[in-house]
Every structure is written in C-alpha cells, then in structure tokens.
C-alpha cells in the first residue's frame, strides 16, 4: 500500500519569500506523485506531477517539486510568495495501476503581506 | 473542452436516507474516481470506474456504490447515511493509459446529513 505525509498543517510566509511544503510518500513500488491546490469552497486543481522521467517537475504559477528517493520525498517549492498562493495544498500518490490514490491530510498556506 | 461537472452542489438528507452524486467526465476521459473529503481533511479515495466497472475501491464500506456510464458520467449512490458520511464529495476524471493518471476534479458536492 502507499500513502503520504505532509510535514506541517499549516505554512505562514511572508509575501516574496521561499514558499516550502514538505511531502513524505510510502511506496513499495515506483510512485506517481502529484501536488493538488485548493481554494475555499472548490475542487483540486493540479499543479504538478511525477511520472518516473525528470525528477525536477515544473507545474504551474511557479510551483516546482523536486523527487528524491533516497529520502522518500516530493517537496514543493516556489522561490517567491504571493498573495494569491493562499490555499490548501495537497500531495497525492498512485502506483503504476493508477486505480488507487492516496492523498495528504494537506498544508493550509498563509502568505502575510 | 468540458470540464469535470458535479450535481448538486449541496445536499441535505436525514441519517438513514440513501442519496445519489452525479459526476460528467471532461471530455476525452474514460475513468472516474470518487473521493470524500471531510471538513479538515485530505481526500479519501472511494472507488475508480473504469469502462463501467469499480476498478479500484478505498476503504469503504459497501453501501457506497458506484455506477459508469457508456458516456463515461457516473454516480455515486450512499445508502443508510450516517452523520459522519458529511462531507464534500469529489469527482476526478482522467484517461486511462498513457502513464499519465492526471485527475481532473469537479468542484464537488457538499453533503449534509442530519
């Protein structure tokens, strides 16, 4: 079975800052890893993923994440905070199968002006 | 290109009624998976339905039901709820093949049970 742990419930960061949020996964198999975004009162959009090629991933509004197996992990990075950064965020892992997904208790980001 | 569609947007059942989610795929996608997501909370895989048969199934148990279309939309049926079955409701379409597994979620439907 797989499953993840995001490090930290909630992120405050001040608007231009490093924005980091921690994601630790389990697998016993090559993992697909994704990083979800949620506003108030919507559904999940995606702003990235791992899919076995680059370990570096760009995603968008300057997200990236970064695959490290040797440390189990998938943080994702933006160099500079904005406002509109504000939401929750979700890391998620499937395996090969793609027909089970599991997904973090998920980082709420507060960005101070 | 269509995206991920959900009704209703809200819902409010007594506890012991049975209540049916809809979900449209976005278009081109042939797999539908259902998560629920507890106030707080990350969301926890149902099922997945692909070519209109489960797929895949999280730890629920059996009243939650499924069904997939042959124009991929799908529903998902709850029997006997209970309170702690409130919750919003999401829907992801993707494709499957391709290595990709890219879900795409519908905006959800919130579900109140009292």
């Known amino acids: 079975a797989q499953s993840v742990t995001q490090l930290g419930s909630h992120v405050s960061v001040s608007e231009g800052a490093l924005v980091l949020l921690r994601c630790n996964y389990s697998?016993?198999?090559?993992?697909?890893l994704f990083w979800y975004v949620q506003y108030p009162n919507q559904g999940l959009q995606l702003l990235l993923k791992?899919?076995?090629?680059?370990?570096l991933v760009k995603g968008i509004n300057g997200f990236e994440a970064e695959f490290k197996k040797s440390e189990t992990s998938f943080h994702l990075t933006k160099p500079s905070a904005h406002m509109s950064d504000a939401a929750e965020y979700f890391c998620?892992?499937?395996?090969?199968?793609?027909?089970?997904?599991?997904f973090g208790t998920g980082t709420s980001l507060t960005v101070i002006p | 290109e269509t995206g991920v569609t959900q009704s209703p947007t809200h819902l409010i059942k007594t506890r012991g009624q049975q209540v049916t989610l809809r979900c449209s795929s976005q278009?081109?996608?042939?797999?539908v998976s259902w998560y629920q997501q507890a106030l707080g909370q990350g969301p926890q895989f149902i099922f997945q339905?692909?070519?209109?048969?489960?797929?895949g199934r999280g730890n629920f148990p059996p009243r939650f039901s499924g069904l997939q279309f042959p124009n991929y939309s799908s529903e998902l049926n709850v029997n006997a709820l209970e309170l702690d079955d409130s919750a919003l409701y999401l829907c992801?379409?993707?494709?499957?093949?391709?290595?990709?597994?890219?879900?795409?979620f519908g905006p959800g439907t919130r579900l109140t049970v009292t």
């Open positions: 998620a892992v499937t395996v090969n199968t793609g027909n089970q997904f599991y």
């Open positions: 339905y692909y070519r209109e048969e489960e797929n």
């Open positions: 697998s016993s198999v090559p993992p697909y």
């Open positions: 992801a379409s993707s494709w499957t093949g391709a290595n990709s597994y890219e879900q795409y």
């Open positions: 791992y899919t076995s090629a680059a370990t």
């Open positions: 278009s081109g996608h042939n797999t």
